[in-house]
């Protein structure tokens, strides 16, 4: 084979294949099943999975008292994470003790008392008078905190095994029980999806197993099989749909141009002849995505990206740093987030919010491709903190506002959570930055906020003293979040449970763990009746009363009863 039809043969399948997800190594089915139209008010879950086991407890922290019992909690806490926060007995060396930390780097709240909304929900009477510590540059997730708009599941388990794959496996499949050879199993998002009659669609660079649908019909699909008519891949939510030439270049020199230009052709003089029945389906499949494209591209074209929007991924704003006086930062613009690729998913889930349901009819007016967005995946790495877990580059002794400095997971809990709250500059300055979900939370129509929820979690948590590199090694429980307008805010299960001081004083060679002490089955399956009512047992089926088998374990009787109001 030439050079040149090699080539040829690579950009028609690349063309063909473009901003379409290959979900367990098949091309889903471009043309599924007539579905209803998407109600303009269908809501929505968005899915963020912190890949590497996060630890939340260095996001939310115990008090600490010099004046309380070194057999405390919060004694307990900081006297075995000197090294995972950085910090100094005597402050030596220009490092923080624990009670400057604590003081200057976290939010205080105390269980009703300071800072805390009467609204808000404490279910136990273990959390009564308990202070604690939300980072301050969290401004956004203490916002919303404080607004009762984000429930806290504390000791949460996604994964029963610290191995990684594993635990992401059961996490984004929503089962537990799920072994290695398990991988053919759905995902609950590609659960969901199915029961909403919508699509499961991957903000990422790859679908995750959370948006693997499941076989048949709703309610009852089979959910150990996968099908993947319902999923879409959109990367990048500014170039879906197959490659195109640009009528305005120099169409004699363009490589890419002419070999787009040849492939429209191409297939559009195939569907004007007669050809064989085996080529027919790939026919329609070229036009019904070139189609899709073009609907979505020419929507896109009245959707303006915000500036903040713009500045979590791209250096080319104009009016985020508008001060011309400032040496440091140009007026002509700044990327505020050090991952650039989650902030491109934000702008992916921006657009698609903001574009609603855009869909391909057929000669007879009947719907065969659709976005139909009702579940979405995010992804965000770097959690696994065996070293170094908050690192203090000399340069932020200057500069603490650089992003791009690595402060280990301090780095992605600003760009997730970051925002205004906290902020150096005055809430009011226009230039004050905002981290992922700020932006997010800032141009988004409430109308749209309303029929969203987001859930964040990670596969397992870490160990609840650090290790002799300066950061913590796998656990099991661990906190994991439910934001929703419409969600019932607060604490749910013991936030830093007293069984756990003892295991503090365990000798060295022993791994003491956050007890997992409520599976994710119990608020996930809470989540989707809220998404889709009575879509929970079906999503889950160890939550369905007639389930024959080990039940998923919950810390407390009735404790999500009321996680959605």
């Known amino acids: 084979m030439s050079n040149s039809n090699f080539n040829r043969r690579q950009f028609l399948q690349a063309a063909l294949y473009s901003s379409v997800a290959l979900g367990s190594g098949v091309m889903p089915k471009l043309v599924p099943p007539a579905k209803a139209a998407i109600a303009a008010d269908a809501k929505v879950l968005v899915n963020l999975f912190l890949d590497g086991g996060p630890d939340m407890r260095h996001l939310i922290v115990p ?44 939010f205080h709240i105390t269980v009703g008392g300071s800072n805390w909304n009467g609204s808000l929900v404490d279910i136990g009477s273990t959390n009564a008078g308990i202070t604690f510590g939300i980072w301050r540059e969290a401004g956004w997730l203490i916002d919303m905190f404080l607004s009762g708009n984000v429930a806290m599941i504390f000791n949460a388990v996604g994964g029963t095994n610290r191995a ?43 679908p995750s197993a959370f948006n693997f649908g499941p076989v048949g019909a709703a309610p009852n699909y089979d959910p150990d099989a996968i099908d993947n008519t319902d999923l879409l891949s959109i990367e990048n939510s500014r170039d879906i749909g197959l490659f195109d030439f640009n009528p305005e270049s120099n169409q004699h020199y363009d490589f890419n141009d002419k070999m787009a230009r040849a492939a429209k052709s191409y297939y559009a003089g195939l569907r004007k002849e007669q050809v064989g029945t085996a ?39 104009g009016s985020i740093n508008p001060d011309p006086t400032d040496t440091e930062v140009p007026p002509d613009g700044r990327r505020v987030l050090r991952s650039s690729s989650f902030g491109r998913q934000v702008r992916n889930l921006y657009d698609l919010i903001s574009i609603g349901d855009v869909y391909v009819q057929d000669q007879n007016g009947i719907d065969q491709l659709r976005l139909g967005a009702r579940t979405l995946s995010m992804s965000y790495g770097g959690w696994d903190s065996h070293g170094n877990q908050r690192r203090i580059p000399a340069v932020l002794a200057n ?36 981290g992922g979900f700020s932006a997010l939370w800032k141009h988004l129509p409430q109308a749209d906020l309303d029929k969203m929820v987001l859930t964040v979690a990670g596969e397992f948590g870490r160990q609840i003293r650090d290790n002799g590199d300066a950061g913590t090694d796998h656990g099991k429980g661990n906190l994991m979040m439910v934001v929703c307008e419409g969600c019932q805010g607060g604490l749910y299960g013991e936030m830093f449970p007293q069984s756990e001081i003892i295991k503090y004083d365990e000798p060295p060679n022993r791994t003491p763990d956050i007890d997992p002490r409520t599976e994710i089955d119990h608020f996930f399956a809470n989540v989707c009746d809220w998404v889709v009512p009575g879509s929970g047992v079906s999503v889950f089926p160890r939550m369905s009363p007639g389930y024959i088998g080990e039940a998923p374990i919950i810390e407390m009787a009735g404790m999500f009863d009321n996680l959605f109001v």
């Open 279 to 317: 080529y027919l389906k790939a026919l329609d499949h070229e036009l019904k995505v070139r189609e899709f494209g073009d609907l979505i591209a020419a929507r896109l074209e009245t959707v303006i990206l915000p500036d903040e929007i713009q500045a979590l991924y791209s250096n080319n704003i």
């Open 164 to 206: 990684h794959d594993l635990s992401s496996l059961m996490l984004e499949q929503g089962n537990l029980l799920s072994g290695l050879n398990d991988r053919d199993r759905s995902g609950w998002g590609g659960r969901l999806a199915r029961s909403a009659g919508g699509n499961s669609i991957a903000l990422t660079n790859t």
């Open 63 to 106: 008090e600490y008292d010099p004046a309380a019992p070194v057999s405390s909690f919060g004694r307990k806490y900081w006297a075995n994470r000197m090294r995972s926060h950085n910090l100094s007995d005597t402050g030596a060396n220009g490092l923080q003790t624990p009670l400057q930390r604590w003081n200057d780097d976290y």
């Open 399 to 434: 500069d603490p506002n650089n992003p791009f400095e690595s402060r280990g997971i301090e780095s992605g809990l600003r760009d997730i959570f970051g925002g205004q709250l906290e902020s150096l500059a005055s809430p009011s300055d226009p230039t004050a930055l905002h």
